[in-house]
C-alpha cells in the first residue's frame, strides 16, 4: 500500500511513534466512505493530540531548567511548529510586534509553555499571541480573537490549570500574569540587554 511506504519513508523525520499514528490517520482520513469512520478518526486525532501534550509536559517536568539567550522570532518560530494543526479548534496567529528583542529563558520550555497556555486558551475561539518587549522584560500576550466580554467566549482558564501554568512558568524563569477570567494572559521573562 503506497501510504505504508510514504509512512516508512518519513517516519523517521516525525519524532516519534504519535507523530507516525497521526500521519496514519491523515491518510486513511482520504479513504473514508461514512460519517461514522469520519468521526471515528477525527476523536483518534484528538486523542493523539492529548497524549503527545503529555508527553512533552512530562519530559518538561522531568528536565533541569537550562536559561540561555532566547529570541523573539525564534521562539513564535519553535511554537508555530510545536502548534498542532488538530490541537486548538481555531487558528492562532504568532506575532512580534516590534524589534527581535533577545530574553533569557529555557527554549524548550517557553515553546511548550506558550503552547500549552495558547491551546487551553484558544479552544473556543482563535487570537493572537503577540511578543514585544516593555519596561525591561519581554512579554507574551495572549489576546482571544473579537471582544472578550462576548457571549460566544466560555469563562476563563480552570484555576487549578492557571496554577499549575503559573508554577511551570516560575520554575523555568519566568512569570504568568494577568486575569484570565479577562480575556488576556501574559507571560513576561528577562530581557538581555544590549
Known sequence: MPSD???????????NCLSVINLLTIVLEGGVNTAEETGYLATARKQIGCIAIMQLRLVLRLRTPASTVLSLSSSLEECRSLQRVDSAEHEIDWTVDGPDERFLGD????????????????????????????????????????????????????????????????????????????????????????
Open 107 to 194: 527554549a524548550h520550555a517557553v515553546s511548550i509553555i506558550l503552547v500549552e497556555i495558547a491551546d487551553r486558551w484558544f479552544a473556543h475561539g482563535g487570537g493572537i499571541v503577540r511578543a514585544c518587549a516593555r519596561e525591561g522584560n519581554v512579554h507574551f500576550r495572549m489576546q482571544r480573537a473579537g471582544d472578550s466580554h462576548s457571549a460566544q467566549f466560555p469563562p476563563g482558564m480552570d484555576h487549578e490549570v492557571q496554577a499549575e501554568l503559573a508554577l511551570l512558568v516560575a520554575r523555568f524563569g519566568g512569570i504568568l500574569v494577568g486575569d484570565l477570567d479577562s480575556g488576556h494572559v501574559t507571560v513576561m521573562y528577562p530581557r538581555v540587554s544590549s
Open 5 to 15: 511506504l510514504y509512512i516508512l519513508r518519513y517516519s523517521h523525520d516525525l519524532g
